[in-house]
């Protein structure tokens, strides 16, 4: 859309109230909501911000920021308001100098993105993002609570958010989604709802517009939704599998009919950067001390360093599908990431593959989890990092992903995440008390 198509929607649609959208470092989607009155103004890229009082922003000597909408991210917001109705625009954080603000996720992805054009390629992304819907108590304060006792793919009256989920595809598809399957999940009260694949910036914006309307219809419901990797212990955590492809025009340059397995040259090294650089992006595609209680064994987690075609315990799967359709699942990543940063580190360490030829090796098409240590060193499978600190002192090893999110950006999350694996490490917890006190 154009300023002017929007104008004239607006007017037509009699809308009140426009919100311009933009994350934080760690993928929390902000907003400042603005009377329509103001709309020219925004749409001129006008509107002002604190940066500093945004984490990992800037300090506050520096605070002023603007707001640059993305006029293709306009829509309508699907729920009614007693004020009238409300759209919304996703938005780019710019500095008073007129540049891209160098902390901004989505101006971050927007360059990994441009160095694929460079290549003549286009990055495709579908995901796959989980959640749980709980319980909440007497004062409305959210629990780890289900009256759901569904299991994976199970149905109503089993399935006791299957009226949810309903309601959360109806308010997708009223802001254009287009919506590919809804389940239920393995856990207790967990869910997942598929949406179609696009190039990786509408990807990231989908994501984050995802969680927002997931909590928003839940809250509806009285529920709350949790993103959380492990909420529950002995249950299944969440993930968000991310299915990547490369396309050259309308090629997918992943496909090679006469190659092994139908991958092209271009796929298997793609997958080489993956499986290369998976320590160190880590910590961005996996961000929580929690994350790491989820990539452990025995919940189909991916925890080894490794590609398949038959099986879900490496790093990598390769679904059955070919020709269009052709891509590498990187199971990995959980729904607490801030999706323009993981696309942008995931999609460079693949670039970084092809133009290295790295190799990824043989498929492991085996189930890991039944190996011995031994039989793991003889294939030389290597894991994903134990835990958040280790997933950070991996991360300060790999150039690539400093290079990726720039100095600003590099040094606020590394200094945040410290700062939270240094917290949690000192805190007494419930596991503690009841074994040793």
Known sequence: MNKEQILKTV?????????????????????????????????????????????GFVRIEESDMYLKPDLDTFAL??????????ARLICDVYSPDGQPFAGCPRNILKRAVKEADSMGLTMYVGSEVEFY????????????????????????????????RRAIVHALQEMNFEIEASHHEVGE????????????????????????????????YNLYASFMPKPI??????????????????????????????????????????????????????????????????????????WSERNRSPLIRIPARREIGTRAEL?????ACNPYLTLAVTLKAGLDGIKNKINPGAPLNLNIYDLT???????????????????????????????????HTYEKYLTAKRLECDEYRNQVHQWEIERYL
């Not at 917001?77 to 409300?86: A, D, H, M, N, V």
């Not at 319980?135 to 609570?145: A, I, K, S, W």
């Not at 490369?246 to 139908?262: C, E, H, R, T, V």
């Not at 199971?331 to 729904?335: E, I, T």
């Open 11 to 55: 007017n037509d649609l009699d809308v009140k109230f426009i919100k311009l959208q933009f994350t934080d470092l760690f993928g929390a989607v902000k907003n400042v909501a603005l009377p329509i009155s103001q709309l020219t103004k925004a749409l001129d890229g006008d509107i002002m911000f604190d940066g500093s009082s945004i984490e």
């Open 77 to 86: 917001l699907p729920w009614k308001s007693e004020y009238g109705k409300i």
């Open 133 to 164: 819907l709980f319980d909440r108590d007497q004062n409305g304060l959210p629990t780890t609570h289900s009256q759901d006792r569904g299991g994976y793919f199970d149905l109503a009256p089993i399935d006791k958010g299957d009226e949810v």
């Open 189 to 220: 009260g967990q869910h997942e709802i598929d949406f179609k694949y696009a190039d990786a910036l509408t990807t990231a914006d989908n994501i984050g517009t995802f969680k927002f309307v997931v909590r928003k219809i839940a809250n509806l």
């Open 233 to 306: 212990f002995g249950k299944a955590g969440s993930g968000m599998h991310t299915h990547q492809s490369l396309f050259s025009g309308k090629q997918n340059i992943f496909y090679d009919a006469k190659a092994p397995f139908q991958l092209s040259e271009t796929a298997m090294h793609y997958i080489g950067g993956l499986l290369h650089h998976a320590r160190g992006y880590c910590a961005v595609t996996n961000p929580l001390v929690n994350s790491y209680k989820r990539l452990v064994s025995g919940y189909e987690a991916p925890i080894y360093l490794a």
């Open 331 to 335: 199971r990995n990543p959980d729904p």
């Open 373 to 407: 240590a031994e039989e793991k060193i003889k294939h030389g499978i290597r894991s994903l990092p134990g835990d958040l600190t280790e997933a950070l002192d991996e991360m300060e090893k790999d150039g690539l992903v400093k290079n990726v999110l720039g100095d």
